[in-house]
């Protein structure tokens, strides 16, 4: 693994987070953070919670603090969410620009919250953080489409056709 295959992985999440958006735009704000399934509710939760975790675990790594976990009620709207995801996503791309590539085999250490401090290289750790991601793109594009919409198709073999 290097950086280069690092900065992939999260430039299509940010693809496929923009693909994810234009469909999440068209429903109304009951159905954005209305409970719909899964494991977090509804459509705003499962953002929510993919953002949070993907600055989380920058933090982690090194980058820039999130602090608490984020919530929410703080993300009544797409375009809330949407704008500090824009941020996140600096935030990332920052942190990568300054790493050399015998930085990812560099030991972190890291908590779950629990009285454990497991070590995983800083590589592995971005590229979980990055496929964490894409599990819960997965997720929004069930909930949209038990909405009743089509979420696309979002796969890497798509931005890389996009992006060619």
């Given at each position: 693994?290097?950086?280069?295959?690092?900065?992939?992985l999260?430039?299509?999440?940010?693809?496929?987070?923009?693909?994810?958006?234009?469909?999440?735009?068209?429903?109304?704000?009951?159905?954005?953070?209305?409970?719909?399934?899964?494991?977090?509710?509804?459509?705003?939760?499962?953002?929510?919670?993919?953002?949070?975790?993907?600055?989380?675990?920058?933090?982690?790594?090194?980058g820039?603090?999130?602090?608490?976990?984020?919530?929410?009620?703080?993300?009544?709207?797409?375009?809330?969410?949407?704008?500090?995801?824009?941020?996140?996503?600096?935030?990332?791309?920052?942190?990568?620009?300054?790493?050399?590539?015998e930085?990812?085999?560099?030991?972190?250490?890291?908590?779950?919250?629990?009285?454990?401090t497991?070590?995983?290289?800083?590589?592995?750790?971005?590229?979980?953080?990055?496929?964490?991601?894409?599990?819960?793109?997965?997720?929004?594009?069930?909930?949209?489409?038990?909405?009743?919409?089509?979420?696309?198709?979002?796969?890497?073999?798509?931005?890389?056709?996009?992006?060619?």
């Amino acid at each position: 693994m290097n950086i280069k295959d690092v900065e992939v992985l999260y430039d299509y999440g940010y693809w496929a987070n923009k693909k994810l958006f234009q469909v999440v735009s068209e429903l109304t704000q009951e159905q954005f953070a209305h409970p719909v399934a899964g494991s977090y509710g509804s459509i705003r939760n499962t953002l929510v919670h993919a953002m949070s975790a993907e600055w989380g675990w920058l933090e982690r790594c090194g980058g820039k603090v999130r602090g608490p976990r984020l919530t929410p009620d703080n993300y009544p709207t797409l375009a809330s969410l949407v704008e500090t995801w824009e941020n996140v996503e600096v935030y990332v791309r920052e942190f990568l620009s300054r790493l050399k590539d015998e930085d990812l085999s560099h030991d972190v250490e890291f908590s779950l919250g629990g009285p454990e401090t497991p070590t995983m290289q800083l590589g592995h750790l971005m590229q979980h953080a990055a496929m964490h991601g894409i599990h819960h793109r997965a997720q929004v594009a069930m909930l949209l489409r038990m909405l009743g919409y089509e979420p696309g198709n979002f796969d890497m073999l798509v931005y890389y056709s996009d992006k060619a």
